[in-house]
């Protein structure tokens, strides 16, 4: 599907913030890159980014100029490594996150434009169920959706949900459960958001698996490294390579 049908297109969502969606959208951009693909991670928090801050770039233009000031998003793209580039968002700018719907038009048509040059898209949205969040969700038909096992993290996950499948009718989800003690445990928590997914919104997520709570993910977040590369051996970055390997193979099947 990515060589032939253009690029695949995923948002990286939450329901609660802090739950990890910009380091993992960094680590697995890193990641697919690594394994020969090519990945544009847009930065969708647009308001208030972190992806640049995560990967320790300096930044020199954004989305902003583009939607404010009508510069080519090709200019704007920053090459991280080969095959991985960032789309930077600005920070400390209100109205980012209340485009008008002409605007939204805008910046969606400008990113189409720069996608095609990739296989994969990922986008790291704000958290919640902000204005921002939906009309990128409602762009794509795959959202990967991150929470952890604090339950207030899994209920405003399924109301993230609800909102898509419910107003959006939307049906590809992708769960990720990140700081989790143990494989089980996030199995379990996948068991537990699927079986209420399924009965109260009829719908099938598919599970990319757990990402383990671990030091060497607060060091990179720290040190404006991505773990993957910084401690390659470490649990998360042996958990991540594996989600990427399972990200690659479900989100190719649809
Ligand atoms: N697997 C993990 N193990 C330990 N700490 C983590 C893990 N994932 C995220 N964190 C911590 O949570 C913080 C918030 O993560 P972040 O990716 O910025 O969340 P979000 O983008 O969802 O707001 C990180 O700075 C890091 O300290
Ligand atoms: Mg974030």
């Keep these: 599907m990515t060589a032939r049908g253009g690029p695949c297109i995923v ?36 308001g208030l980014a972190n992806v640049d801050v995560v990967l ?11 939607v404010q000031e009508g510069r080519d998003l090709k200019d704007t793209l920053m090459r991280i490594a080969p095959g991985f580039s960032v789309l930077p968002a600005s920070s400390g700018v209100p109205e980012m996150t209340r485009l008008s719907s002409q605007d939204q038009e805008l910046l969606l048509s400008s990113l189409e434009g720069v996608a095609e040059d990739f296989d994969y898209v990922l986008v790291d949205t704000a958290a919640g169920i902000g204005e921002s969040v939906l009309w990128f969700n409602n762009w794509v038909n795959k959202h990967c959706i991150i929470f952890s096992p604090d339950p207030t993290s899994m209920t405003d996950a399924y109301a993230l ?7 959006y009718d939307k049906k590809n989800f ?3 459960v990140n700081q989790v003690e143990s494989v089980k445990e996030g199995k379990e928590i996948f068991l537990n958001m699927e079986s209420v997914l399924t009965r109260f919104l ?3 997520p598919k599970f990319l698996g757990s990402i383990p709570r671990d030091n060497a993910v607060i060091r990179g977040v720290r040190s404006q490294q991505p773990f993957l590369q910084k401690e390659p051996d470490s649990r998360a970055a042996r958990a991540l390579k594996q989600l990427s390997r399972g990200f690659v193979e479900e989100l190719t099947a649809v």
Excluded: F, Q
């Excluded at 320790?56 to 583009?66: C, D, F, S």
């Excluded at 949900?161 to 107003?167: D, E, F, N, Y």
């Design 11 to 46: 948002t990286i969502s939450s329901g609660k913030g802090g739950v990890g969606k910009t380091t993992v959208a960094v680590n697995l951009s890193l990641c697919l890159s690594l394994a020969g693909k090519r990945v544009l991670l847009i930065d969708g928090d647009l």
């Design 56 to 66: 320790g770039l300096n930044v020199r233009h954004t989305i902003r100029e583009t």
């Design 161 to 167: 949900i609800k909102v898509l499948t419910t107003r």
């Design 174 to 176: 992708y769960l990720i």
């Design 202 to 204: 009829g719908i099938t």
